[in-house]
């Protein structure tokens, strides 16, 4: 039977195409890896993944909220400079007993950086930030607004 007339029974699953592709896009990163600029003149690192970040906002101040699981307080590493918020960090890989075999791995683990511009309300010098069960926040203070005084000027 010439493939004109043949019959395909199989039914199309583009998901699995998708899947597919990003198989592939993801050996592709792997062979070199994904490199991301902290800043201008700083040095480029290497992510493996990036944890979630929810931001909000009261009337006095920022709130930056990341899940960082599986890692301790001594590896995430908050730091602001140029009104750049930077949380860097690395989550390990657990240990695995000698006779696991794993059939299904999701998890991601090595370095991450996140980066975020701040507003021009920031008060970076008042930044605090806390790490409790696997969770950052991130409190950027909002600077008291300047008032601005209206004075006649006088022409010479």
């Keep these: 039977m010439s493939q004109l ?5 199989r039914t199309w699953d583009p998901f699995a ?3 597919e592709m990003s198989e ?5 990163f792997a062979l070199s890896p994904f490199v991301h ?8 690192a290497n992510i493996d993944w990036s944890p ?3 931001i909000s906002e009261t009337d006095k101040a920022y709130m930056i909220r990341a899940d960082v699981p599986e890692t301790t307080r001594e590896d995430v590493k908050v730091s602001c400079d140029k009104g750049v918020l930077t949380i860097e960090g690395e989550r390990k890989q657990q240990k695995t007993e000698d006779n696991e075999r794993f059939h299904r791995v999701e998890s991601s683990y090595g370095r ?6 701040l507003p021009d309300d920031a008060d970076e010098s008042a930044i ?9 926040t991130v409190r950027v203070p909002k600077a008291p607004a300047k008032q601005i005084k209206s004075r006649q000027i006088k022409v010479g």
């Design 5 to 9: 007339t043949k019959k395909d029974t």
């Design 17 to 19: 195409e998708l899947k």
């Design 24 to 28: 592939r896009l993801n050996r592709a």
């Design 37 to 44: 600029s902290v800043g201008e003149g700083q040095r480029l």
């Design 52 to 54: 979630s970040v929810n």
């Design 112 to 117: 991450f950086v996140r980066t975020f511009a």
């Design 128 to 136: 605090e930030a806390t790490y409790k069960d696997g969770g950052l």
